[in-house]
Nanobody, 123 residues
């Protein structure tokens, strides 16, 4: 199983970034997928989850209306469009495969995450 995130970088407050996660080694279309982030000195925070077909999405309150999760099952790729970014969004962002026994609005175990991509929001 491999999850490879990309698209992170440094952006000014109010800016946008689009994260991607290329998945391989498992049947991508059969799994709910999530984004998790971890800010420096803090614990992991669940951000968003999408169901297998891409038509049910879940967001933590702090990103609702600003972030959009999506997936392309034909390309085995997960996305996170992030708009109106704030300094408090600064973190390492991980995509994660959701095992069936994990509630969609919670953080999956670390074993199910990729390696992460850094997002820094600063002026």
């Amino acid at each position: 199983v491999q999850l490879v995130e990309s698209g992170g970088g440094m952006v000014q407050p109010g800016g946008s970034l689009r994260l991607s996660c290329a998945a391989s080694g498992f049947t991508f279309s059969s799994y709910y997928m999530s984004w998790v982030r971890q800010a420096p000195g803090k614990g992991p925070e669940w951000v968003s989850t999408i169901n297998t077909g891409g038509y049910h999405t879940y967001y933590t309150d702090s990103v609702k209306g600003r972030f959009t999760i999506s997936r392309d099952n034909a390309k085995n790729t997960l996305y996170l469009q992030m708009n109106s970014l704030k300094p408090e969004d600064t973190a390492l962002y991980y995509c994660a495969r959701l095992p069936s026994w994990v509630v969609p609005t919670t953080t999956p175990p670390r074993d199910y995450w990729g390696q992460g991509t850094q997002v820094t929001v600063s002026s």
